[in-house]
């Protein structure tokens, strides 16, 4: 479904991503972990448009999607969330999903945009909030919010940034439930990028481990657990402090 070819991209002196190449499949989870820095988000804006690499290409269901903008590669159904939550603040929780939904790749009319994101408000638990500013909302709703928002253009890959960060461990597990569900009834394929390793670990088939800006590994959890490379530059550390 999606494919990295050695894509390289640098913020002036700084090289956040060097030759980094991967496949995922249609129907995958996958997980992308490393260190503060390593470049994991720039992978995903790299991806999702934000920001065009200087070097190797990106293919969606086998279209080359390099460098277009963020829009387009929306309106083909790659969405993503921000690690940073950045939802409409001063607009209703259904209002910020409803231009999702009109926006996206789907709805033309406002009524049926306005059925699908009160649909997606309730998949996502916010039923009760559906009339709150979003800047009312806690944390954790605020992330429930930002996934439905992604889901209202009807992505067939998501981009998630860091969805259990911040949350108490009732609050992932009920994230990990919900991720769960959006495979089952969305069918949409999923890369991850999260430093909670003990949920991430229990929730995707497959993990690709960055470094500096380069792929450093990728397997499944339990042999990227095992691997003396990962632990050394990250995973020691990252358990270790939980
Ligand atoms: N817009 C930008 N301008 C300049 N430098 C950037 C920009 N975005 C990222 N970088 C740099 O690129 C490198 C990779 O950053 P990136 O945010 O992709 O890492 P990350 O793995 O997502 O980190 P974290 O786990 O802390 O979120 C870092 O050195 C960062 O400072």
Do not use: W
Request: net charge positive.
């Amino acid at each position: 479904m999606l494919q990295g070819i050695n894509i390289t991209k640098r913020f002036g002196g700084v090289t956040a991503l060097r030759n980094v190449s991967f496949i995922v499949n249609a129907g995958e989870l996958v997980g992308l972990i490393g260190p503060n820095g390593s470049g994991k988000s720039t992978l995903f804006s790299v991806i999702s448009g934000f920001h065009p690499p200087d070097e190797g290409a990106v293919i969606f269901e086998g279209r080359t999607i390099t460098g277009f903008p963020s829009h387009a590669v929306a309106r083909l159904g790659i969405a993503r969330t921000f690690q940073i939550v950045r939802p409409f603040t001063g607009m209703t929780v259904i209002e910020n999903v409803r231009v999702g939904a009109l926006y996206g790749r789907g709805e033309r009319s406002v009524a049926t945009a306005d059925r699908r994101a009160r649909e997606l408000v309730e998949f996502v638990g916010l039923r009760q909030r559906a009339d709150v500013p979003a800047r009312n909302l806690t944390l954790a709703e605020k992330k429930r919010l930002e996934i439905a928002r992604a889901l209202s253009i009807q992505p067939r890959l998501l981009l998630l940034d860091e969805v259990f960060a911040g949350l108490n461990p009732a609050e992932v597990r009920s994230a990990i439930d919900l991720i769960a569900r959006i495979r089952r009834e969305f069918g949409v394929t999923i890369i991850m990028v999260e430093h909670v390793l003990k949920a991430l670990m229990e929730t995707c088939e497959r993990v690709i481990v960055l470094s500096s800006g380069e792929k450093i590994a990728e397997g499944a959890p339990a042999e990227i657990a095992a691997d003396p490379h990962v632990v050394s530059v990250y995973l020691g550390k990252a358990y270790a402090t939980g």
